[in-house]
């Protein structure tokens, strides 16, 4: 049981790149998310779904957008990278929301110059 | 707008020394509070989740308490080591979907 992954760990990226974070869970979990930290912040919600085909918009989603066509896996497509996306991101999924405990991936560190 | 805020932002203290961290959040319509511990440079590791209708949660040397009425919420470390150095993080899920976070409180612990 790997928990949550994500790919790849780093990445540089040149403004107005695109590139996307990938994101997988083997605990048949229904509810992922994305959160993003920025140096000396808490995280923030960039999106979440809550099954297979459902997403909807957290915090701070521009810039940013999600499918999800699986329960397993939750891809986060950067458009048009701009430095202001520089930040460390991370998945999570949950059995369902409401009280269920949110578990993490190790992150992605993304730098765009 | 729910606002979630820990106290101190940074904590030296030797080893052995009993710790209290502080987190207060300002609407207390929550489903629950998670404390998190972030090494540098990893993910986020849970340690304790209180649902909002209990008042305390227990692992090993950890203990997170919770007041819904007054906001706050402490995680108590007992006989800390240099290994508990880390980021702790506090978190409040209110719409049963995000959590929202503090920015965190960094622990020090010197042999």
């Known amino acids: 049981n790997a928990g949550v992954t994500q790919t790849p760990k780093f990445r540089i990226l040149k403004i107005g790149q695109s590139m996307t974070l990938q994101c997988a869970q083997d605990?048949?979990?229904?509810?992922m998310y994305w959160y993003r930290q920025d140096p000396g912040m808490g995280l923030k919600l960039i999106y979440y779904?809550?099954?297979?085909?459902?997403?909807d918009k957290g915090e701070v989603p521009n810039g940013y957008n999600v499918s999800r066509s699986t329960t397993e896996d939750f891809p986060l497509r950067l458009e048009l990278a701009a430095p202001s996306q520089t930040s460390v991101y991370f998945c999570?999924?949950?059995?369902?929301?409401?009280?269920?405990?949110?578990?993490f991936g190790p992150g992605t560190r993304l730098t765009v110059t | 707008k729910q606002e979630v805020t820990q106290i101190p932002a940074a904590l030296s203290v030797p080893e052995g020394e009993n710790l209290v961290l502080n987190c207060s959040f300002t609407?207390?319509?929550?489903?629950?509070l998670q404390w998190f511990r972030q090494d540098p440079g990893k993910g986020l590791t849970s340690l304790l989740l209180?649902?909002?209708?209990?008042r305390e949660q227990t692992s090993g040397r950890l203990n997170a308490s919770l007041d819904k009425s007054s906001g706050r919420s402490t995680l108590y470390i007992a006989a800390s080591q240099p290994g508990d150095s880390a980021t702790y993080l506090c978190?409040?899920?209110?719409?049963?979907?995000?959590?929202?976070f503090g920015k965190g409180t960094t622990l020090s612990v010197s042999s």
């Open positions: 779904s809550v099954g297979a085909g459902i997403t």
């Open positions: 978190a409040v899920n209110q719409a049963g979907t995000a959590l929202i």
């Open positions: 605990m048949n979990h229904n509810y």
């Open positions: 999570a999924s949950s059995i369902t929301g409401g009280n269920y405990e949110q578990y």
């Open positions: 609407d207390s319509a929550i489903y629950n």
């Open positions: 209180i649902q909002s209708s209990q």
